[in-house]
């Protein structure tokens, strides 16, 4: 089955530090989330991708988090400095969008612990 | 902007049928989605009902969609104790950008 791979699964940093936080697309999908979850807030949309170019950032905190797509294979997302707030668990999705849209595919999440 | 509520718990008896529900805004939903997640691991994509259907059936589960009153459920038959999951709803954005917007999600417990 395809999926969609996330790195690292688990992260803990002191505050301060940068994080960066990889995903790999399902190849051929063309849209890519990154989402947060937290247990007060559900899951927040932070980035949106769709062929690589930015769609949609405004849930993003823009003074401290970056979200980029180098290439089709890679998505990323920095955050630098950290703070304990940042404490959540980061997931990416893909899916492809056009007429249709059945659904995207999630990874298995980075578990952030800031401390 | 788009909404989509639902209720945060559901306890069932391992045998009976759950039903889980959800309420949404955007009356130009396109697509509506169940996704499942279980402790530890990402969102699973369960089903998708498209906004000019009233029903989908899939194996044991089953999705009506009330367009009119913006509800959507998702019936699980003979729930199982692996079912015990959170339950997303979530529907696509109407326009060009098709981002989806996620319920907090139900928390399914099955007693055995």
């Known amino acids: 089955d395809a999926r969609v791979t996330q790195t690292p699964r688990h992260k803990v940093t002191e505050m301060g530090q940068e994080v960066t936080m990889r995903c790999q697309p399902i190849?051929?999908?063309?849209?890519v989330f990154w989402y947060r979850q937290t247990m007060m807030q559900g899951l927040e949309l932070l980035a949106y991708f769709r062929n690589r170019a930015p769609l949609d950032d405004s849930g993003m905190p823009k003074d401290r988090f970056s979200a980029e797509m180098p290439d089709a294979t890679l998505a990323t997302l920095k955050i630098q400095p950290s703070e304990p707030r940042d404490s959540a668990v980061y997931f990416c999705a893909s899916g492809f969008t056009g007429l249709a849209n059945y659904g995207y595919t999630f990874g298995s999440g980075t578990r952030l612990t800031v401390v | 902007g788009e909404d989509v509520e639902q209720s945060l718990f559901l306890s069932v008896r391992e045998g009976d049928s759950s039903v889980i529900n959800c309420t949404y805004t955007?009356?130009?939903?396109?697509?509506l989605y169940w996704y499942k997640q279980e402790p530890g691991a990402g969102l699973q994509l369960l089903t998708y009902i498209f906004s000019n259907m009233d029903m989908k059936q899939d194996q044991r589960l089953t999705v009506l969609l009330n367009k009119k009153d913006k509800h959507l459920s998702l019936r699980i038959a003979d729930t199982q104790t692996g079912d015990s999951a959170i339950y997303f709803c979530a529907e696509t954005e109407s326009g060009g950008y098709q981002k989806v917007t996620f319920g907090i999600g139900t928390k399914l417990q099955v007693i055995p």
């Open positions: 190849l051929g999908h063309n849209t």
């Open positions: 955007d009356s130009s939903s396109t697509y």
